[in-house]
């Protein structure tokens, strides 16, 4: 099985600057690279990942770092619970190589396998997601989640096929341009990713520390667009766009950037990520 090569992590540790004595929230643990990095360059780091398939790595860091690592394992529209104050909160977002590779997850249609899909233990499988939905809801779902062009259509197949594998389900979608949005738009459906993407931001500026730092590093349109738009509304000034204000923006972008050629080549699942940071103005 593959491990997960942090994307866009150069640019993530150069928004942040120094680290040395400083508390951030890796939002997004998965095999624990942002965080490795973040701690050796001297951070005190608390991780969220929903994941139960984690936990090996997270004891590891824990064991290698004490106290200064800090795991939760929840989704991290828990950090809204937190009651400290942080200088960076990171989201590395998308799936996981992990998740891709494993078969038995039921997140890639390269392999036959329970037609799960969820990224914690919790909540209900894709399949459970097809059989309690009807033919509109899946078709809201496909075009809401993967831009599927005759959702309809297969959203009445996938009722009454009622699909419990990956292969079933990728055999049920005859244009293959249609597969790999088909399984992701499932995905985000069973996890929730949007609403928790959504619910973790409205969460961040109450957790930052003035001159603290956001960075999200993105993999589809849709996560892409909440970044971009909410970054956008932080950094506006309050009041009417067309007068001059008095009242600073709460936040000023840092940068936003995308993988170097190099680093596609080296890991082409970078492709298509973007990076976006912003700062709490003092």
């Not at 994307?7 to 680290?19: F, I, Y």
């Not at 997004?28 to 398939?53: E, K, W």
């Not at 349109?221 to 909410?230: A, P």
């Given at each position: 099985m593959t491990k997960h090569v942090p994307?866009?992590?150069?640019?993530?540790?150069?928004?942040?600057?120094?680290?040395r004595?400083?508390?951030?929230?890796?939002?997004?643990?998965?095999?624990?690279?942002?965080?490795?990095?973040?701690?050796?360059?001297?951070?005190?780091?608390?991780?969220?990942?929903?994941?139960?398939?984690?936990?090996?790595?997270?004891d590891a860091i824990k064991a290698e770092f004490g106290n200064r690592f800090t795991f939760i394992p929840e989704p991290f529209s828990a950090m809204g619970n937190l009651n400290d104050k942080y200088d960076a909160v990171v989201f590395d977002l998308g799936i996981s190589s992990m998740q891709i590779d494993d078969g038995a997850r039921g997140f890639s249609f390269r392999f036959d396998g329970p037609l799960d899909m969820r990224m914690s233990a919790a909540g209900i499988s894709a399949a459970e997601l097809i059989a309690s939905s009807d033919a509109s809801q899946l078709a809201k779902i496909?075009?809401?989640?993967?831009?599927?062009?005759?959702?309809?259509?297969?959203?009445?197949?996938?009722?009454?096929?009622?699909?419990?594998?990956?292969?079933?389900?990728?055999?049920?979608?005859?244009?293959?341009?249609?597969i790999a949005p088909v399984f992701q738009a499932l995905r985000i459906a069973v996890n929730d990713e949007m609403g928790e993407l959504t619910r973790a931001l409205d969460a961040v500026p109450g957790l930052l520390n003035d001159g603290g730092i956001c960075a999200c590093v993105t993999f589809h349109?849709?996560?892409?667009?909440?970044?971009?738009?909410?970054f956008r509304e932080w950094t506006t000034a309050p009041g009417d766009p067309r007068m001059p204000s008095v009242v600073a923006a709460p936040f000023k972008l840092l940068r936003a950037s995308t993988p170097s050629p190099a680093e596609v080549a080296r890991n082409p699942r970078a492709r298509s990520a973007h990076c976006r940071a912003v700062i709490k103005s003092y």
């Open positions: 994307v866009l992590l150069d640019a993530v540790l150069d928004a942040l600057g120094d680290l004595g400083r508390r951030v929230i890796d939002a997004t643990f998965g095999a624990g690279g942002y965080t490795r990095a973040f701690l050796n360059a001297g951070a005190i780091v608390t991780a969220f990942d929903r994941d139960p398939h984690v936990a090996a790595d997270a496909l075009r809401d989640f993967g831009d599927v062009k005759k959702a309809m259509p297969i959203a009445r197949a996938l009722k009454d096929a009622a699909p419990t594998t990956t292969g079933a389900l990728r055999n049920l979608i005859h244009d293959p341009r249609d349109s849709l996560e892409d667009r909440i970044v971009k738009n909410t």
